[in-house]
């Protein structure tokens, strides 16, 4: 059992910058992938970020250029750094662990709104 806790929620204004930050209770490189979603109000949740054991990341469309994940295996964190945030970024941010074949774990989430 993976247990994940995020961090770094909070509410900022357009423009601005959070990192989120996801903690595991072991270790991350036996992890075969971890990744951000997010979920907004009346809305399904969707992907935003992922990135692999060996360190390949992938992200939405909607946030490429402004949303970076990476991870500090060190740690056993991964991170979400989110700048020139825009309010349809409001959304409760998941962290997400897939360990092959078939074992999926989420954290709590973490809310972040973005408004002025």
């Known amino acids: 059992q993976v247990q994940l806790v995020e961090s770094g929620g909070g509410l900022v204004q357009p423009g601005g910058s959070l990192r989120l930050s996801c903690a595991a209770s072991e270790s991350i490189f036996s992890i075969n992938v971890m990744g951000w979603y997010r979920q907004a109000p009346g809305k399904q949740r969707e992907l935003v970020a992922t990135?692999?054991?060996?360190?390949?990341?992938n992200a939405a469309d909607s946030v490429k250029g402004r949303f970076t994940i990476s991870k500090d295996n060190a740690k056993n964190t991964v991170y979400l750094q989110m700048n020139s945030l825009k309010p349809e970024d409001t959304a409760v941010y998941y962290c997400r662990a897939f360990i092959v074949p078939a074992r999926v774990y989420w954290g709590q989430g973490t809310q972040v709104t973005v408004s002025s």
């Open positions: 990135i692999t054991s060996g360190g390949s990341t």
